[in-house]
T-cell receptor, first 113, second 114 residues
Framework: DQQVKQNSPSLSVQEGRISILNCDYT??????FLWYKKYPAEGPTFLIS?????DKNEDGRFTVFLNKSAKHLSLHIVPSQPGDSAVYFC????????????FGKGITLSVRP | GAGVSQSPSNKVTEKGKDVELRCDPI?????LYWYRQSLGQGLEFLIY????????KSGLPSDRFSAERTGGSVSTLTIQRTQQEDSAVYLC????????????FGSGTQLSVL
């Protein structure tokens, strides 16, 4: 049972344009969401997070939007750069203080020069 | 070192053999996680250690899998009688105190069971 779903396995965008990566979740107890970025042969690295008390969080070129009623979040990257080409994982945790992170399958983003 | 260190980086073993994977977390991090990523899949939670609390083993796929964390630092993931479906990248992560703190991942151990 996939509680965090990233239904599009890949996305290709032109350099300078916006990349929109989507994520859906099924567990209504999830209240904290994160995006991680992974390059080949490296571990994932933290990118940005959002708490359920917010609907938007911005950090430079990266913005995460949360729609709690739709159980949907998205990561916007603008402008996209070739160095952004990587696998992006959406992750979520619930209200438990020691809750583990549940990850999606990831989206492979390719930014064309 | 400054980051999470995992060894070996690659391990090839024969079906039925036991393997041990090691993780050195960032010094001072009390939380340690093991995840694995099989081909085409997301990161699958395996086990979580937090300080002196009993570990959360709810993600271990079978009793062939076990993990320990000695002295609140280094962790070892052991897979007994390996099967081909155990082939995956095993990732270790640590955080300062828990999941609300961002996780720092190691580069992983690529396990191949022939």
């Amino acid at each position: 049972d996939q509680q965090v779903k990233q239904n599009s396995p890949s996305l290709s965008v032109q350099e300078g344009r916006i990349s929109i990566l989507n994520c859906d979740y099924t567990n209504s107890m999830f209240d904290y969401f994160l995006w991680y970025k992974k390059y080949p042969a490296e571990g994932p690295t933290f990118l940005i997070s959002i708490s359920s008390i917010k609907d938007k969080n911005e950090d430079g070129r990266f913005t995460v939007f949360l729609n709690k009623s739709a159980k949907h979040l998205s990561l916007h990257i603008v402008p996209s750069q070739p160095g952004d080409s990587a696998v992006y994982f959406c992750a979520a945790s619930d209200t438990g203080a020691n809750s583990k992170l549940t990850f999606g399958k990831g989206i492979t983003l390719s930014v064309r020069p | 070192g400054a980051g999470v260190s995992q060894s070996p980086s690659n391990k090839v073993t024969e079906k039925g053999k036991d393997v041990e994977l090691r993780c050195d977390p960032i010094s001072g991090h009390t939380a340690l996680y093991w995840y694995r990523q099989s081909l085409g899949q997301g990161l699958e939670f395996l086990i979580y250690f937090q300080g002196n609390s009993a570990p959360d083993k709810s993600g271990l796929p079978s009793d062939r899998f076990s993990a320990e964390r000695t002295g609140g630092s280094v962790s070892t993931l052991t897979i007994q009688r390996t099967q081909q479906e155990d082939s995956a990248v095993y990732l270790c992560a640590s955080s300062l105190s828990g999941v609300r703190e961002k996780l720092f991942f190691g580069s992983g151990t690529q396990l191949s069971v022939l």
